[in-house]
């Protein structure tokens, strides 16, 4: 009997709830044990499932891996946008409050989000040693597939003359590795629980270097 739209609808919400389990569980596995180290029986255990499930829908443990350090960074975009408010509420807080405030926001959220979820960390760096003659960084393709909402909260500072006139894409440059590099040394001097405020400290140096002498503009206090 052919299946009907809403009996599909809930095979695929299934499966999708199955695949994020199964990720979900990988990601602590990989993070703890490597990837090397890791067992995919371990990670199927875990979710509940049998191992050729894992396999069915991933292929083996490299896609795994691989698949594991895009739903991590698929988590993180999720959260920041939650954090925000929302589609619409990131929008008003840039009509109220200020490209530069909508600029510290995201960071802080970016460091709460790897704060709570420290194996993204592990992730992040796993792959890049694991896979960095095969794989492009999945961090720095997201990056890139991001980076225009960045660009355009900077050009808006720099009509909006919160900030002096600097290169869009120089400045953007600066600010994601920043957040990610003061992320990345914070895991690894064992600083996992202050990241938020290692991230805010990093990033009031930089948009006050960016920030025209004659600015007020002050940090409104943000709960982590």
Request: charged share 25%; with cysteine; aromatic share 6%.
């Amino acid at each position: 009997m052919k299946k009907t739209e809403n009996e599909l609808k809930a095979l695929s919400a299934k499966a999708q709830k199955k695949r994020n389990n199964i990720l979900g569980n990988s990601m602590r596995v990989f993070a703890k044990e490597g990837f090397g180290g890791t067992d995919v029986q371990v990670i199927a255990d875990l979710a509940g499932v049998g191992k050729g499930t894992v396999y069915r829908h991933f292929g083996n443990k490299e896609q795994l891996f691989l698949a594991t350090a895009k739903h991590c960074l698929e988590m993180l975009g999720q959260f920041v946008l939650k954090e925000l408010g929302g589609e619409q509420a990131s929008q008003q807080l840039v009509q109220q409050h200020g490209a530069i405030e909508t600029l510290r926001q995201i960071a802080s959220a970016v460091a709460l989000f790897y704060q709570r979820t420290p194996q993204a960390v592990e992730i992040m760096i796993q792959e890049r040693a694991e896979f960095r003659e095969t794989v492009f960084p999945s961090h720095l393709m997201h990056r890139a597939e991001n980076r225009a909402g960045v660009d355009e909260l900077i050009k808006a500072a720099i009509d909006g003359g919160e900030i002096r006139v600097v290169d869009p894409t120089i400045a953007t440059n600066a600010y994601s590795d920043l957040i990610y590099g003061s992320v990345i040394s914070g895991c690894l001097e064992g600083g996992k629980s202050k990241l938020v405020a290692r991230v805010d400290a990093a990033m009031e140096i930089f948009l006050a270097g960016l920030t025209p002498e004659n600015s007020k503009s002050k940090r409104k206090p943000r709960n982590s």
